[in-house]
């Protein structure tokens, strides 16, 4: 993993960070010797990797969905290590629930985890942020495979890459980056148990132009590179991290 000096020291928050993807990206972080906060609804999983990591790790059970929690969360992080150097939007759910079997509440639900919670934790967020300040949220390579059984989760994700652009745009004079990642199909241990069969990584090793299954810890890398100042002229992009599923 290579090493950002910039990052030493700095506080990041990330949504979703007690397992998967989002725990890979809290050990990364953690490895560079920044602050690390983290949310998550899963307590024991959050309380285990904090009690794991140590003192510089900070595990909260949040519940994304709710505005008031999302704020009050926000800013006992900011009272804790003012500024928020990095925001990591993460935490999302993805089912698979065909368009006749999905209900109104299934949609908003969906819509209300996976989208609406990057809007609130971004807009309670900037005010403590600093120039050079980063925001990294999560959408999807399913934008651009569109599998079926997956609309609300692709809408959501299209939703993510969108605000993305904008708030890129809306932030820019503030030296704010805002950029967005879209993960390949990623062996992560709910992936595994769920949905990856004989079949689904036969899939992968068909779609992907570099037929290796994608790890957790390549996402978390290029999550630390967006975070840093090495990427300091990139801001409202999408960064594709699917080993070229997505390549055309």
């Known amino acids: 993993m290579p090493t950002y000096s910039d990052l ?9 960070g007690a397992n998967g993807i989002g725990a890979a990206m809290v050990r990364a972080f953690h490895a560079q010797e920044a602050r690390v906060f983290f949310c998550d609804i899963d307590s024991a999983a959050g309380i285990k990797l904090s009690n794991e990591l140590g003192e510089t790790v900070t595990f909260s059970r949040v519940d994304l969905t709710r505005e008031a929690d999302v704020a009050r969360w926000i800013k006992q992080v900011a009272k804790a290590a003012s500024p928020i150097d990095i925001l990591v939007n993460n935490a999302a759910r993805d089912p698979r629930i065909p368009l006749g079997k999905m209900s109104a509440a299934d949609w ?3 819509f209300a985890t996976n989208l609406r919670a990057y809007f609130l934790t971004a807009r309670a967020t ?3 942020m600093p120039r050079g300040g ?3 949220n999560f959408a999807s390579v399913t934008f651009h495979n569109a599998p079926p059984d997956m609309t609300a989760y692709v809408a959501t994700k299209a939703g ?3 605000f993305t652009r904008s708030l890129a745009r809306e932030l820019g004079p503030r030296r704010i980056r805002v950029n967005v990642i879209s993960p390949g199909w990623t062996m992560t241990a709910r992936q595994l148990k769920e949905y990856v ?10 779609s992907q132009c570099i037929p290796d299954f994608i790890q957790p810890e390549d996402v978390a890398e290029v999550a630390l590179f967006l975070a840093s100042d090495a990427s300091r002229a990139i801001t409202g992009q999408e960064i594709l991290v699917d080993r070229g599923w997505a390549h055309s």
């Open 8 to 16: 030493r020291g700095q506080t990041v928050v990330i949504t979703g």
């Open 134 to 136: 980063s925001i990294i």
């Open 160 to 162: 993510a890459i969108g």
């Open 108 to 110: 908003d639900n969906l």
């Open 197 to 206: 069969n004989a079949a689904a990584k036969k899939q992968i090793r068909q």
């Open 126 to 128: 900037v005010p403590f």
